[in-house]
């Protein structure tokens, strides 16, 4: 590499992170709720084919509730990349993880528009622009 | 949801196909490239951690160019879905990626910036919007 000074290095290389990221090298990444606790892990991210944009996150939460090990789908509209700790935060807190959308391990859904737009409409996401 | 009417229904509902897909069920799909010529199949998506949007495609050749397995990181950008045969076509060719970033099985690069940025440059793509 040529000598490049500080200023031509985006910001973040100079803090000596990647943005960028191998999809299965998500899984396992923290996901903390608005009250900064932990809601569980990564495990995998479900995109639009045709736009490579990721539409949904699957949240694992080993123990979550005393109920064993649950899978929460949540929008990935509701999660921001906090560098400092390379994990995620979500919009979101435990109590509303309570009554939404979940599945068991062995009872994995189809991961498809209809189930999709359920998982939206649960956290009632605004259409895109509207309040 | 209240009852819905087929103009409510978005297109790619109402076709019997669904656009989401699981990240690592990508893997294995065809791409074909600008002269319809089966280049390889998707090996893994890379993407950016913030926005959740793919930046680049490393592609699999089995014994492309006579070579033995080989692989291509391939701008996003350059992808197309097409749903009647659910695999993608790449706006490039085989020439192209004759002299264009590769490796092997056993020396894959990291994925970062200043790799996805020498990616980009090959395939000379232009900044937003410019030309």
């Given at each position: 590499m040529a000598v490049a000074t500080n200023a031509e290095i985006p910001i973040e290389t100079a803090i000596g992170t990647t943005m960028l990221i191998c999809a299965?090298?998500?899984?396992g990444m923290a996901v903390h709720g608005r009250d900064g606790d932990k809601l569980g892990t990564i495990d995998k991210l479900v995109l639009d084919?045709?736009?490579?944009?990721?539409?949904y996150v699957i949240l694992s939460s080993g123990g979550f509730l005393g109920l064993g090990q649950s899978y929460h789908p949540i929008p990935w509209a509701t999660f921001r990349y906090e560098e400092k700790q390379d994990s995620y935060a979500v919009a979101i807190d435990k109590r509303l993880l309570e009554g939404a959308p979940s599945f068991r391990p062995d009872s994995a859904p189809v991961f498809d528009e209809s189930y999709g737009r359920r998982v939206t409409d649960y956290y009632r996401l605004p259409p895109d622009g509207a309040a």
């Open positions: 299965e090298d998500v899984r084919k045709r736009t490579g944009q990721v539409a």
